[in-house]
T-cell receptor, first 114, second 110 residues
């Protein structure tokens, strides 16, 4: 059981470039999240989704976009990368109503914007 | 004031000691999570609580819904328990949008 898989694990971007962080889960979870964690800081919610076709903004959505075309996949798109987006990004999923509510996290994607 | 407050922020102890990390929150919740993050590593879910007490091995988590307080205990602590422990709450009606504490950095010395 793979759980939550994030790619890439590391990436260096130049200012103004764009990229997509991929997140896939194989647990049939409805709820998926993207968080960022800046050095020494707590997790901040970027976007979340409660099911395929439904997405909503979290605390820090500016500069990011998401889509949820399938239950399994929840990619995070960075447009026009800025140094302020240098962070570690975590994808997570859960099924609060049928799966016990336990949270599963991906291993993280470390992004540096230079 | 943050909605989720953890104490202490940093904790250093000797191997074998009994460890307690506290979490207080100010909102009504449907669940509380305890998470573990090793340095430079990923995040692992330790417990999800909505009432009472849970135990996994040397780890025990308790929650008092009336007092809006939870504790994470580690018995017979070991250097491999060194990590950041994060409390997160799911506010009622919040689509499981967790509110995170700042974390407690635990260091267990041999």
């Amino acid at each position: 059981n793979a759980g939550v898989t994030q790619t890439p694990k590391f990436r260096i971007l130049k200012i103004g470039q764009s990229m997509t962080l991929q997140c896939t889960q194989d647990m049939n979870h409805n709820y998926m999240y993207w968080y960022r964690q800046d050095p020494g800081m707590g997790l901040k919610l970027i976007y979340y989704s409660v099911g395929a076709g439904i997405t909503d903004k979290g605390e820090v959505p500016n500069g990011y976009n998401v889509s949820r075309s399938t239950t399994e996949d929840f990619p995070l798109r960075l447009e026009l990368a800025a140094p302020s987006q240098t962070s570690v990004y975590f994808c997570a999923s859960t099924n609060p109503y049928g799966g016990g509510g336990e949270l599963f996290f991906g291993e993280g994607s470390r992004l540096t914007v230079l | 004031k943050n909605e989720v407050e953890q104490s202490p922020q940093n904790l250093t102890a000797q191997e074998g000691e009994f460890i307690t990390i506290n979490c207080s929150y100010s909102v009504g919740i449907s669940a509380l999570h305890w998470l573990q993050q090793h340095p430079g590593g990923g995040i692992v879910s330790l417990f999800m609580l909505s009432s009472g007490k849970k135990k996994h091995g040397r780890l025990i988590a308790t929650i008092n819904i009336q007092e809006k307080h939870s504790s994470l205990h580690i018995t017979a602590s070991h250097p491999r328990d060194s990590a950041v422990y994060i409390c997160a709450v799911a506010p009622v009606g919040g689509a499981q949008k967790l509110v995170f504490g700042q974390g407690t950095r635990l260091t267990i010395n041999p």
